[in-house]
């Protein structure tokens, strides 16, 4: 009977079910907040509704300064000019469609079976939005080609080379708007010179010199550095939805999800291909 009733609690919408899903929908939004490298890097200054397909990131121009009364014998000021707007269109769409068997109910519980396949959805996301994320930097970045022979003089030439960037949009960048995504072989090899940062909510990270560094297995270079920012990754999630799978006595979990990826600042994203 207590099988029965498990299974009957999966399909019921009026009570348990939404309040489940609605806690492991939360848990699956936390995971892959934690879990991908992209959503610590990525542009969140973004305008619109990713639902709505498509959001837009501004980037100004830089502001001059003229002698006092320019703007009051033209009778105007400087428009603010925005040549940098970039439209990102959540054109990628993806499913997780996992039919659920009445023997898949009955040998487990409905909330470990839900949290279980959860976990594993938000192992699937996080691991397709990083390796999106890195694919469009890695094909927006210009490639350096370091002096040094060490890795810890190669890093420092990216790290340099982001740094005195000039152009209309950036006047140089400091160190701590800069971050570095490491090959594991590079990051191994420079682990023991990094150092543990405590932010300010209670996380931490390491750093090299003052930039984040990262280890980083869902890219083809060895070194990928960007100012935090450059490149965009809006991802409109859905949730869960179970549904009867018509002329069966199975159930079918549903994830829907889309996203767009495109670099916003490619000025500001350098890479040192991998050593062969």
């Known amino acids: ?22 806690e492991v929908y939360g848990g699956l939004i936390e995971s892959i907040q934690k879990g991908a490298l992209s959503v610590q ?8 509704n990713p639902a709505a397909g498509s959001v837009e990131v501004q980037r100004y121009i830089n502001s ?25 269109n959540l054109s990628t769409r993806r499913e997780i469609v996992e039919e659920l068997t009445i023997n898949d109910v009955q040998q487990n519980t409905v909330d470990g079976l839900v949290a279980s396949r959860t976990a594993n959805h938000a192992d699937t996301v996080v691991r ?12 927006a970045a210009s490639t350096v080609t370091p002096t ?34 490491l090959s ?8 023991t010179e990094l150092d543990t940062i405590e932010g300010s909510r ?23 550095g960007m100012v935090i920012g450059s490149v965009a990754q809006p991802v409109a999630l859905f949730e869960y939805a179970p549904d009867r799978i018509p002329l069966s006595n199975d159930m079918a979990l549903n994830l829907f999800f889309q996203y767009g990826t495109k670099a916003v600042t490619p000025d500001l994203i350098v890479k040192v291909e991998a050593q062969s």
């Open 202 to 224: 209670g996380e931490s990270f390491v750093t090299y010199h003052g930039v984040r560094v990262f280890s980083n297995v869902r890219q083809t270079a060895d070194v990928v």
């Open 1 to 22: 009977m207590a099988r029965t009733n498990a299974y009957s609690i999966f399909q019921d919408k009026s009570k348990q079910t939404p309040d489940l899903l609605k």
């Open 148 to 181: 040094a022979t060490d890795v810890q003089g190669i890093i420092e030439e990216v790290i340099q080379t982001i740094e005195t960037t000039k152009n209309d949009y950036v006047d140089g960048v400091d160190r701590s708007l800069i971050a570095l995504s």
């Open 184 to 191: 594991p072989a590079f990051y191994g090899e420079i682990r």
């Open 41 to 48: 890097l990525k542009n969140q200054r973004l305008s619109g």
């Open 128 to 139: 397709e939005l990083d390796y999106a994320f890195f694919t469009v930097a890695e094909a």
């Open 64 to 88: 001059s300064s003229k002698d006092y009364g320019t703007a009051r014998a033209a009778g105007e000021g400087d428009q603010i000019i925005n040549q940098g707007k970039v439209t990102v």
